[in-house]
Antibody
Framework: EVLLLQSGAEVKQPGESLKISCKGSGYSFSGYWIGWVRQMPGKGLEWMGIIYPDTSETRYTTSFQGQVTISTDKSINTAFLHWSSLKASDTAMYYC???????????????WGQGTLVSVSS | QSVLTQPPSASGTPGQSVTISCSGSTSNIGSNTVNWYQQLPGTAPKLLIFSTDQRPSGVPDRFSGSKSGTSASLAISGLQSEDEADYYCAAWDDSLNCGVFGGGTKLTVL
């Protein structure tokens, strides 16, 4: 069974750094893009970016470029989402998901991780 | 403001059929396939339809997807109470060179 297991909820203060994780199992981790999706409280889904573990090729949406860093460690089948300086507006649920499809233009997310809740408050 | 436009809400009674629309442009829906995700309350999203009209294994055939031009639709027939959820469309956008989601539609089963 393909599973993505995310790290636990985090409570942080503004200005702090944070790295959350997403560990894949049940498939060849290096061979599939992994994506990150943000869902702010009571809001919809936002596509943040994707990474290809085998090469670390990364693509970000304009909104998230420079705001977060997506990385992977393929030796432990894990993808990461990193903030160097959190803001209150980063408070959200963050999901990772495996990218499927013959090419990025026809891709879809499946499966999804269970989500990591990040709360940023002073 | 989402790149793909969905109605914020939809509703129906058990047994009825309901359709949720997703409007885009030539750079996304008009050029690429569409996916739909179902998010039950308090849970992670789940893939419902991929490649515009394909159902993953385990998704009932009450759910179907279609596309015409720059718009896509998700149809649900034989509505059941457990279908009450948020539904999101998604597609790749060639101009933005990234994926985009619709704003989501909250389906209420009356």
């Amino acid at each position: 069974e393909v599973l993505l297991l995310q790290s636990g909820a985090e409570v942080k203060q503004p200005g702090e750094s944070l790295k959350i994780s997403c560990k894949g199992s049940g498939y060849s981790f290096s061979g599939y893009w992994i994506g990150w999706v943000r869902q702010m409280p009571g809001k919809g889904l936002e596509w943040m970016g994707i990474i290809y573990p085998d090469t670390s090729e990364t693509r970000y949406t304009t909104s998230f470029q420079g705001q977060v860093t997506i990385s992977t460690d393929k030796s432990i089948n894990t993808a990461f989402l990193h903030w160097s300086s959190l803001k209150a507006s980063d408070t959200a649920m963050y999901y990772c998901a495996r990218v499927r499809g013959p090419q990025l233009k026809t891709n879809w997310f499946d499966p999804w991780g269970q989500g990591t809740l990040v709360s940023v408050s002073s | 403001q989402s790149v793909l436009t969905q109605p914020p809400s939809a509703s129906g009674t058990p047994g009825q059929s309901v359709t949720i629309s997703c409007s885009g442009s030539t750079s996304n829906i008009g050029s690429n396939t569409v996916n739909w995700y179902q998010q039950l309350p308090g849970t992670a999203p789940k893939l419902l339809i991929f490649s515009t009209d394909q159902r993953p294994s385990g998704v009932p055939d009450r759910f179907s997807g279609s596309k015409s031009g720059t718009s896509a639709s998700l149809a649900i027939s034989g509505l059941q109470s457990e279908d009450e959820a948020d539904y999101y469309c998604a597609a790749w956008d060639d101009s933005l060179n990234c994926g985009v989601f619709g704003g989501g539609t909250k389906l209420t089963v009356l």
